[in-house]
């Protein structure tokens, strides 16, 4: 089967974070909504002055919070135990986020709700900046497989190919949301507009943090229909679009079959047996 781990990196923006500060939604070298797309993985980028006040920032990566804890942060580690703040700046140089530090050198700054862009970590003692770093958050996710799922026939113990499931990673800096699954082109069944949000399991929002990994499948059942023609092996192509919370998009161009015996489904008839030739991944 040829090589199926295909790219796409999307840049979304989220809801304003609890502790973010208003106005925070302005970046520079991005797009007029100020997000950004790429086709590779993405990392954190920095160039620092006075870098000696600085030991690390990064971005943390992993599982979404639980209730108690916030989510996304940058991870900021000092070299001077002096430093009574750091704060986070835009590229219009408004404070986004801010962090008090009354002992230790060690604090994390909110991600949640950011925009990707530029970025400026600020260390801060008795009111006066004594150092600056440079950071570049990225939001971005890859596709990294996709399987046809099926579902029980209705009256038979067969199974009925029906729905669509992406298997997705969190590539970037920032958390991002899957807002739409749509399900277009050569498929007998395509999305309507009441079924495209995603479905998922095991959370309450199709929002996953860097470094997370999350399945999203199509609601509705886009691969059955009503023909009597439905199993016959021919090749088809599907379009698979996803939209984050904030309109951008990947299509998702998927080659496949759908054969074998037709079995009965929810108000349609599906195929018992398919199988995937190929799929890639595009901006759109």
Known sequence: ?????????????????????????????????????AATNTSTSTQSSNADVFEAVEPTTGSLPTENEEGAVLDVALTDTSISA??????NGSEVARRE?????ATQLPLTGLKAGAFDVVAVKNGNVVGEQSI???RSFE?????????SGVGSDKQVTDKIALEL??????PTQIEVLRVEGD???????RFERPRISGRATA???????MTVTSRGSPLTGDSDELCTGESRSADIVLETAHEHAATVTLDFTLFGSQVQSVGSVGCQKSSIQNWTVSES
């Open 1 to 37: 089967m040829p090589d199926q781990r295909r790219r796409a990196a999307l840049a979304s923006i989220g809801t304003a974070a609890v502790t973010a500060l208003a106005g925070c939604n302005s970046t520079s070298n991005n797009s007029e909504n100020g997000d950004t797309t």
């Open 143 to 151: 596709v990294d497989n996709i399987t046809l799922a099926k579902s």
């Open 86 to 91: 750091v704060t986070l700046r835009n590229s």
């Open 136 to 138: 570049t958050l990225e």
């Open 169 to 174: 990673s969190n590539t970037g800096d920032l």
């Open 101 to 105: 530090l009354a002992t230790g050198t």
């Open 187 to 193: 498929v007998p069944n395509p999305t309507p507009p």
């Open 207 to 213: 929002e996953f943090n860097p470094g997370e990994s």
